[in-house]
């Protein structure tokens, strides 16, 4: 008698293959079978009509904080997400020495916009090491299973200092040994990678570049050579990629024979820039050099709204002064007291924000209840102003002023140069992208984009009506199985006899992604912009139940998963 077994579901596998009718037999939270001719389970499903597909593994989150407070890992547990990797992006909390957290919370909040006033409630700092926080995080039970990276910029602060909060500082002989051992130490203790920031948008709350900014080659080459000696992780790396900047890490990843993982994105002043990066990913490989890009699948955009973190009208005197009053007050004194009206939209501050927004304007949709993320060029706030010959600051704060005025425009700063997402499906399709990029659990008052994995399927496989569409099989092998694969994590990404029994029941007709919302949910009273999803009918991690429509069942059966796994598939 199986523990479970899903009956009559359409099964995509993850490996890329077609989908096909079939049972799920699921034992001791592994998978034993797919196919027909299954025997019967304590619990059966019955599946008909609806996809059963391997739970989502999203490598590029930033749950390093909330991972030691939520155990329901919100929202990545609404969209199906069964293992999440954080410490992306050079950014974490090990290690850590006591009396220095505040550096930490700083760099957090200045790169990920993760409010210092959360984190400094949320967070214990019950550890120093970097192995004694896997130990806290290995503690907590939580709904996914979880894995982490060494991030370069705590690492970088632990050894050098002060020092080592200035990215142009350079590691003495000595502070490189011991780069070298606590690389080795990470890895020893369960470390997936090794995380590392190169690009100017990622600065401190105090305004100061992200320490690992610069950092040279030896620097490069010591946590390289640990890599090495523990045969272990993969160099994630979030860069601008400016002239010369792949060789520097492509040596890296050489003299480490690991893998290299790249964000890959289009951003606006070099809008051909990431093909560059994408033929060296290719050439890379080629040469023997195991390289992948992580993707985003749609635009990357800030959400303008009257709470959030970006309002077009927060620096206004004007606006100033109403801005104690409840939201729906304040958004019906913008619809309806006519000076305030013209001084907002006429009498705007000459300052950097206001000029900012005016940019923005020109760029930003309104984001409304059928969420369309690929909006065509004469969609955006200031095609619209100019048809009817208005101002396009009337017409935002026509929109954000609506109803309880929690209406929000999309601000797509990335991955949308060219009005559609033609790049992204290029992207998409490349043989060495896997999706990454959504960064759950960071950005929490500006970017909402923790439902790649649900868009995915719903834009690329159903809803697009500007250009191509994606297969189903395609795009659930780039978020279960490559994603997994890339950090080697290959017990996962799979439904086939001896993988992880992590798997979604899906109603793909009724998979949607929620509007995005404001709630106030973190620790001090910190809020958050999540969306919520529809037509994920049951997850389950390790052949346990953890969500039923959207609900959780209470149950905690996801751990911390430490280094790389075996491939149950592959020949002993
Ligand atoms: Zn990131």
Known sequence: MHDLVIRRGT???????????????????????????????HREIDAAEQLVLPGWVDIHTHYDGQATWDPEMTPSSWHGVTTAVFGNCGVGFAPVRPGTEDFLINLMEGVEDIPGTVLAEGLDFSWESY???????????????????????????????????????????????????????????????????????????DGRLTPSLSAGDPELAAVAR???????????VNSD????????????????????SVLVLQVDNAPELWRET????????????EATAQVGCRPIGVMLGLDVTVNPFKNHPAYQAIAHLPTAERAARMRN?????????????????????DYALTRAFELGDDLDYEQSPDRTVAARAASVGGSPWELALDLLSEGDGDSLLLYPFENYHGGSLEEIRQMLVDPYSVCGIGDAGAHVGTIC?????????????????RGERLPLEFLVHKQARRTAETFGLLDRGVLAPGYRADLNIVD???????????????????KRLVQKAKGYRHTFVRGIETFIDGEPTGARPGGLVRGAQADPGAPR
Not at 226 to 236: H, I, T
Not at 245 to 258: I, N, P, Y
Not at 338 to 356: I, K, T
């Open 131 to 205: 192995p004694d926080y896997l130990d806290v995080l290995a503690s907590v039970p939580r709904v996914m299973d979880v894995g982490s990276q060494l991030p370069h910029g705590a690492l970088r602060f632990y050894v050098m200092g002060e020092r080592g909060a200035d990215h142009a500082a350079v590691p003495t002989s000595a502070e490189l040994a011991d780069i070298e051992r606590l690389v080795t130490e990470a890895f020893a203790s369960g470390a997936l990678g090794f995380s590392t920031s190169r690009t100017t948008k990622h600065k401190a709350a």
């Open 337 to 357: 007291d006519p000076e305030l009206r013209r001084a907002l939209v006429h009498d705007r501050p000459a300052d950097s924000h206001s000029a900012w927004m």
């Open 508 to 526: 793909f007709d009724a998979l949607s992604v929620g509007r995005p919302e404001l709630i106030w949910d973190l620790p001090a009273g910190g």
């Open 278 to 289: 994408l033929e060296h990913v290719h050439a890379a490989n080629a040469a023997g050099v």
């Open 449 to 465: 984009d923790a439902s790649y994995p649900t868009y995915l399927l719903t834009h690329w496989a159903r809803d697009r009506t």
């Open 226 to 236: 640990a890599m090495k000696a523990a045969q272990a992780g993969v160099l994630q």
């Open 241 to 260: 990629f400016g002239p010369g900047e792949f060789d520097h890490l492509r040596q890296a990843a050489e003299l480490s024979g690991r893998p290299l």
């Open 11 to 41: 099964v995509i596998d993850g490996t890329g293959g077609p989908m096909q009718a079939a049972d799920v037999a699921i034992e001791d939270g592994r998978v034993v079978a797919v196919g027909s001719g299954v025997g019967p389970g």
